[in-house]
Protein backbone atom coordinates (compact mmCIF):
# COMPACT_ATOMS: atom_id res chain seq x y z
CA UNK A 1 0.00 0.00 0.00
CA UNK A 2 1.08 2.93 -0.59
CA UNK A 3 2.09 6.40 1.26
CA UNK A 4 -0.22 8.82 -0.47
CA UNK A 5 -3.01 5.79 -0.14
CA UNK A 6 -2.74 5.35 3.37
CA UNK A 7 -2.39 8.81 4.27
CA UNK A 8 -5.82 9.75 2.45
CA UNK A 9 -7.94 7.18 4.17
CA UNK A 10 -10.91 8.07 6.33
CA UNK A 11 -9.48 6.10 9.26
CA UNK A 12 -6.04 8.06 9.15
CA UNK A 13 -7.30 11.03 8.44
CA UNK A 14 -9.93 11.04 11.23
CA UNK A 15 -7.25 10.38 13.52
CA UNK A 16 -4.47 12.46 12.07
CA UNK A 17 -5.96 14.72 10.32
CA UNK A 18 -4.66 15.79 6.62
CA UNK A 19 -1.03 15.19 6.04
CA UNK A 20 0.91 17.06 4.05
CA UNK A 21 3.93 15.09 1.98
CA UNK A 22 7.19 16.89 2.70
CA UNK A 23 8.07 18.74 -0.36
CA UNK A 24 12.24 19.65 0.17
CA UNK A 25 14.74 17.66 1.58
CA UNK A 26 15.17 17.12 5.05
CA UNK A 27 18.00 19.54 6.14
CA UNK A 28 20.07 19.25 9.28
CA UNK A 29 19.45 21.66 11.81
CA UNK A 30 22.60 21.91 14.48
CA UNK A 31 20.93 24.38 16.59
CA UNK A 32 18.34 22.48 16.90
CA UNK A 33 20.06 19.20 17.85
CA UNK A 34 22.40 20.79 20.42
CA UNK A 35 19.25 22.12 22.34
CA UNK A 36 17.43 18.28 22.18
CA UNK A 37 21.19 16.80 23.29
CA UNK A 38 23.08 18.61 25.50
CA UNK A 39 25.93 17.66 26.37
CA UNK A 40 26.93 16.59 29.88
CA UNK A 41 28.96 18.48 31.75
CA UNK A 42 32.84 17.87 32.07
CA UNK A 43 34.57 18.72 35.37
CA UNK A 44 37.23 20.88 34.80
CA UNK A 45 40.67 19.30 34.69
CA UNK A 46 42.85 19.91 37.52
CA UNK A 47 46.50 21.20 37.18
CA UNK A 48 48.68 18.23 37.91
CA UNK A 49 51.65 18.94 39.86
CA UNK A 50 54.80 17.49 38.74
CA UNK A 51 55.70 14.33 40.74
CA UNK A 52 58.17 14.94 43.30
CA UNK A 53 61.08 12.24 43.51
CA UNK A 54 60.56 10.65 46.59
CA UNK A 55 63.51 11.08 48.92
CA UNK A 56 65.91 8.74 49.97
CA UNK A 57 65.85 7.87 53.40
CA UNK A 58 68.29 8.86 55.27
CA UNK A 59 70.38 6.31 57.04
CA UNK A 60 70.03 6.64 60.60
CA UNK A 61 74.05 8.15 61.65
CA UNK A 62 76.00 6.11 63.39
CA UNK A 63 76.56 7.80 66.64
CA UNK A 64 80.44 8.57 66.56
CA UNK A 65 82.88 6.21 67.98
CA UNK A 66 84.71 7.56 70.66
CA UNK A 67 87.81 8.46 69.47
CA UNK A 68 90.23 6.15 70.57
CA UNK A 69 93.63 7.28 72.72
CA UNK A 70 96.78 7.35 70.38
CA UNK A 71 98.74 4.62 71.05
CA UNK A 72 102.53 6.56 72.25
CA UNK A 73 104.91 5.77 69.72
CA UNK A 74 107.32 2.86 71.30
CA UNK A 75 110.42 4.81 72.44
CA UNK A 76 113.37 3.31 71.48
CA UNK A 77 115.90 2.40 73.30
CA UNK A 78 118.64 4.97 73.92
CA UNK A 79 116.84 7.79 71.77
CA UNK A 80 117.42 10.59 74.24
CA UNK A 81 121.39 10.01 73.94
CA UNK A 82 123.50 11.43 71.57
CA UNK A 83 126.11 9.79 69.47
CA UNK A 84 129.31 8.67 71.47
CA UNK A 85 132.90 8.94 71.15
CA UNK A 86 133.17 5.29 71.34
CA UNK A 87 132.18 3.06 68.64
CA UNK A 88 131.01 -0.32 70.02
CA UNK A 89 131.20 -2.12 66.76
CA UNK A 90 134.99 -0.70 66.62
CA UNK A 91 135.33 -1.43 69.84
CA UNK A 92 134.37 -4.91 69.47
CA UNK A 93 136.40 -5.26 66.44
CA UNK A 94 139.40 -4.79 68.23
CA UNK A 95 138.09 -7.14 71.24
CA UNK A 96 138.22 -10.16 68.45
CA UNK A 97 140.88 -9.52 66.59
CA UNK A 98 143.74 -7.45 68.37
CA UNK A 99 145.76 -7.88 71.78
CA UNK A 100 144.49 -6.13 74.96
CA UNK A 101 146.65 -2.97 74.71
CA UNK A 102 145.20 -1.81 71.16
CA UNK A 103 142.06 -2.47 72.79
CA UNK A 104 142.84 -0.40 75.54
CA UNK A 105 143.90 2.40 73.92
CA UNK A 106 140.89 2.99 71.95
CA UNK A 107 138.72 2.86 74.85
CA UNK A 108 141.19 5.35 76.96
CA UNK A 109 141.18 7.96 73.94
CA UNK A 110 137.33 7.42 73.31
CA UNK A 111 135.62 6.57 76.56
CA UNK A 112 133.22 9.56 78.23
CA UNK A 113 131.74 8.53 81.01
CA UNK A 114 127.53 8.97 80.54
CA UNK A 115 128.02 8.14 77.17
CA UNK A 116 128.97 5.39 78.00
CA UNK A 117 128.99 2.82 81.35
CA UNK A 118 131.22 -0.18 82.89
CA UNK A 119 129.14 -2.80 85.21
CA UNK A 120 129.95 -5.78 87.01
CA UNK A 121 127.44 -8.51 87.57
CA UNK A 122 127.04 -11.01 90.07
CA UNK A 123 124.42 -14.04 90.42
CA UNK A 124 122.63 -13.57 93.67
CA UNK A 125 121.67 -17.59 93.27
CA UNK A 126 125.18 -19.39 93.31
CA UNK A 127 123.80 -21.73 96.18
CA UNK A 128 121.32 -22.94 93.75
CA UNK A 129 123.56 -23.69 91.38
CA UNK A 130 124.03 -27.90 90.37
CA UNK A 131 124.83 -29.51 87.16
CA UNK A 132 127.15 -27.29 84.88
CA UNK A 133 125.46 -27.55 81.76
CA UNK A 134 122.29 -26.00 83.77
CA UNK A 135 124.66 -22.87 84.81
CA UNK A 136 125.63 -22.39 81.22
CA UNK A 137 122.33 -22.42 80.21
CA UNK A 138 121.32 -19.95 82.84
CA UNK A 139 123.72 -18.03 81.21
CA UNK A 140 122.55 -18.91 77.24
CA UNK A 141 119.24 -17.72 78.40
CA UNK A 142 120.66 -13.90 79.59
CA UNK A 143 122.27 -13.39 76.41
CA UNK A 144 119.40 -14.47 74.06
CA UNK A 145 116.66 -12.51 75.58
CA UNK A 146 119.04 -9.45 75.54
CA UNK A 147 119.98 -10.43 71.63
CA UNK A 148 118.85 -7.25 70.25
CA UNK A 149 120.82 -5.34 73.20
CA UNK A 150 123.79 -6.50 71.40
CA UNK A 151 124.62 -2.40 69.74
CA UNK A 152 124.13 -1.20 72.78
CA UNK A 153 126.38 -3.25 75.08
CA UNK A 154 129.18 -5.82 75.31
CA UNK A 155 129.82 -8.09 78.17
CA UNK A 156 131.66 -11.43 79.54
CA UNK A 157 130.16 -13.25 82.01
CA UNK A 158 132.14 -16.92 83.32
CA UNK A 159 131.29 -19.28 85.04
CA UNK A 160 133.85 -20.75 88.04
CA UNK A 161 133.71 -24.03 89.94
CA UNK A 162 132.84 -27.66 90.07
CA UNK A 163 129.17 -28.78 89.84
CA UNK A 164 126.87 -28.13 93.12
CA UNK A 165 129.84 -25.54 93.79
CA UNK A 166 129.62 -22.90 91.04
CA UNK A 167 129.91 -18.91 90.56
CA UNK A 168 128.45 -16.70 87.45
CA UNK A 169 130.01 -13.77 87.62
CA UNK A 170 131.36 -10.81 84.94
CA UNK A 171 131.71 -7.39 83.51
CA UNK A 172 129.63 -4.87 81.05
CA UNK A 173 129.54 -2.01 78.87
CA UNK A 174 126.58 -0.57 77.88
CA UNK A 175 125.28 3.31 76.44
CA UNK A 176 124.09 5.75 79.38
CA UNK A 177 125.12 6.63 82.86
CA UNK A 178 121.83 4.28 84.34
CA UNK A 179 121.54 0.01 84.28
CA UNK A 180 121.15 -0.17 80.32
CA UNK A 181 119.35 -3.59 81.08
CA UNK A 182 116.30 -1.95 82.18
CA UNK A 183 116.08 -0.08 78.91
CA UNK A 184 113.88 -2.23 77.29
CA UNK A 185 111.58 -4.63 79.15
CA UNK A 186 112.73 -8.11 77.06
CA UNK A 187 116.53 -7.27 78.49
CA UNK A 188 115.38 -7.57 82.36
CA UNK A 189 113.84 -11.01 82.44
CA UNK A 190 117.26 -12.12 83.65
CA UNK A 191 119.35 -9.59 84.71
CA UNK A 192 116.90 -8.79 87.79
CA UNK A 193 118.72 -12.07 89.26
CA UNK A 194 122.20 -10.53 89.04
CA UNK A 195 123.52 -7.52 91.53
CA UNK A 196 125.31 -4.85 89.44
CA UNK A 197 127.72 -2.44 90.21
CA UNK A 198 129.00 0.76 88.17
CA UNK A 199 132.81 1.31 88.42
CA UNK A 200 134.03 4.59 88.44
CA UNK A 201 136.30 4.27 85.24
CA UNK A 202 138.12 7.34 86.38
CA UNK A 203 139.45 5.66 89.24
CA UNK A 204 142.52 3.32 88.25
CA UNK A 205 141.77 0.14 90.58
CA UNK A 206 138.38 0.29 88.37
CA UNK A 207 140.48 0.00 84.82
CA UNK A 208 143.04 -1.92 85.71
CA UNK A 209 139.82 -4.68 86.78
CA UNK A 210 138.39 -3.87 82.88
CA UNK A 211 141.24 -4.26 81.93
CA UNK A 212 142.02 -8.05 83.41
CA UNK A 213 138.30 -9.05 82.07
CA UNK A 214 139.42 -8.13 78.60
CA UNK A 215 142.60 -9.91 78.83
CA UNK A 216 140.58 -13.41 80.42
CA UNK A 217 143.16 -13.17 83.19
CA UNK A 218 140.79 -14.91 85.27
CA UNK A 219 142.32 -18.52 86.12
CA UNK A 220 139.66 -18.86 89.48
CA UNK A 221 137.41 -16.92 91.36
CA UNK A 222 137.42 -17.25 94.60
CA UNK A 223 139.89 -20.59 94.61
CA UNK A 224 136.94 -21.98 92.16
CA UNK A 225 138.52 -22.83 88.91
CA UNK A 226 137.44 -21.46 85.50
CA UNK A 227 134.92 -23.27 83.86
CA UNK A 228 133.36 -20.99 80.72
CA UNK A 229 133.57 -18.07 79.07
CA UNK A 230 130.47 -16.38 77.47
CA UNK A 231 130.56 -13.74 75.56
CA UNK A 232 128.07 -10.80 74.36
Known amino acids: V ?13 VLGTTALCTKPAQFDAKLFAANHPKPQQKPKQEQKPKQEAKPKQEAAAPAAAAAPKKEAA ?28 IMKYFDENFVDG ?43 YVFGNPYDQVITGIWMGRGDKNFFFEDESWQVDIVNYDMERLDMALPQNRALFERWLSGGFDDWQGKPFEKEHIF
Open 115 to 157: EWSVWTAHYKYNHELSQTHKTNNLVKGLMQRAETMKKFAFGLM
Open 2 to 14: STQSTGNQDEVIR
Open 75 to 102: KKPFQDLSKPKLDLDTFKRLYWNEETPV
